[in-house]
């Protein structure tokens, strides 16, 4: 595969990327306690995002391209607007915190972390108005379906779970639990991610291998191998060519 940029300012390792919704930039959030927002067509930065005090694990873009969320070891959840230098809101978890994404409406932050809890952050008032409570240990990873309905979360409970975030859903929000991809002694942050029309799961693992579920029945459908360490990140293709 040709190589068609390198992208080099951080100054640690890379945690996340994540494209924005019209995919002229990209997001990254690194160890050396920043976020930058890269050009794709020029291939360089084109933005810094400096607040966070340690590591930060995770990012996300809203439908709304200026706006990006990012979650890091310091304890906060953080909103940034890309047309300014500093963040616009800084919401403070007790616990690191190891993944964030937006709701469909980009109103609330959904975040997760060490505590093993899914929080979601209603981003008018700055506080916590849902917290969704089943996995047992490090959440490493959440993605939003397509629809905007569900919450897709990996952890190293060793489980991938489904979760029912539309207003008024019964209490118990936890609709299924996918099991086979692994985490190891590594704590590595392994992603997950849902196809483009929702009807597959998609997740890395600690063993290799990269595992595909059906959304529906939860069966197994892939495992496929071929690399020579962990896992860490997946993506679908946008025409669903499974």
Not at 156 to 183: E, Y
Not at 194 to 219: A, E, F, L
């Amino acid at each position: 595969m040709r190589k068609h940029r390198l992208l080099t300012r951080h100054t640690g390792s890379i945690s996340q990327i994540c494209f924005t919704k019209d995919g002229t930039h990209l997001v990254s959030a690194s160890t050396d306690k920043s976020m930058a927002m890269w050009d794709l067509e020029a291939g360089v930065r084109v933005r810094r995002f400096k607040g966070h005090q340690s590591f930060v694990n995770s990012c996300d873009v809203s439908d709304n391209p200026t706006m990006i969320c990012s979650g890091s070891d310091d304890g906060t959840v953080r909103l940034w607007d890309s047309r300014r230098r500093h963040c616009v809101k800084t919401l403070n978890n007790k616990y690191q915190v190891t993944a964030v994404c937006f709701n469909e409406k980009a109103d609330s932050i959904m975040s997760g972390g060490i505590d093993n809890h899914i929080k979601s952050w209603d981003l008018k008032h700055g506080e916590v108005s849902l917290e969704m409570k089943g996995h047992c240990d490090t959440i490493s990873c959440l993605s939003l379906s397509p629809d905007g309905n569900f919450l897709l979360s990996n952890s190293m409970d060793n489980t991938v779970r489904m979760w029912d975030v539309r207003p008024f859903a019964p209490a118990n929000r936890c609709l299924k639990a996918f099991v086979g991809a692994q985490h190891n002694f590594e704590k590595n942050l392994i992603r997950c991610c849902w196809s483009p029309q929702g009807t597959k799961i998609v997740s890395g693992s600690s063993d290799r291998m990269v595992y595909v579920w059906d959304t529906s029945s939860r069966k197994l459908l892939y495992k496929l191998p071929g690399h020579t360490g962990s896992v860490n990140d997946v993506d679908c293709h946008p025409l669903n060519l499974f």
